[in-house]
């Protein structure tokens, strides 16, 4: 079935620690992976995105890894900041046919000053 | 300049009413869709536009109905509303199909249905 799921539902941190996020997804056939931010009244803010023939990719204070094999993607946030509060999504974009986005459920993220 | 902008930003309507949602984008995009967040803040595609052309409709009620006049406009027309349409409706573009077409979201319509 179609499902991009995230193991926790709420994640708490200190402001400063690594922040790691998962998702989990099923489909097998999806190339393509996307991680947004949504902070509250606003929409999804791209973030990082990430090849199925990668296993890692960088940006600022951001690192997406793919794992294949067991069909898992994590968002790390190093240094995490009042500011990175927000829900998370990973997205899974299927080519098969027409483009789409299939979004998973969401991880909250609470940074405590 | 707003990249992909919706409006109204919030709309609350009684039970059976007909509401549009309008939906814009100037970055040239090819591809425009509409998704639906709910109150668990899933969110799920409904449908996309490529050039004026439907080519994604999710099994949407058809009480909804997207119109694109052209590929920078796609407007959402929902009939009979029920209190179940009540959700965030977001509205999306993107370059075309394949990888690294990032998608950029408007800032959402909030719609309650009482």
Redesign the interface.
Known sequence: GESVGLHLPTLSVQEGDNSIINCAYSNSAS??F?W?K?ES??????II?I?SNMDKRQGQRVTVLLNKTVKHLSLQIAATQPGDSA?Y?C?E?R?TG??????G??TRLLVSP | DTA?SQTPKYLVTQMGNDKSIKCEQNLGHD?M?W?KQDS??????MF?Y?NKEL??NETVPNRFSPKSPDKAHLNLHINSLELGDSAVY?C?S?QG????????????TRLTVV
Do not use: C, E, H, M
């Open positions: 190339d393509y996307i947004y949504q009244g606003k929409g999804p803010q791209f995105d090849r829900v999504f997205a974009n080519s027409f483009q789409k986005l299939v979004f459920t969401g | 992909v591809t869709y998704y668990k803040k899933f969110l799920k595609i996309s490529n080519i994604i977001f999306a993107s199909q394949g990888y690294d077409y990032g998608y950029t979201f408007g800032s959402g």
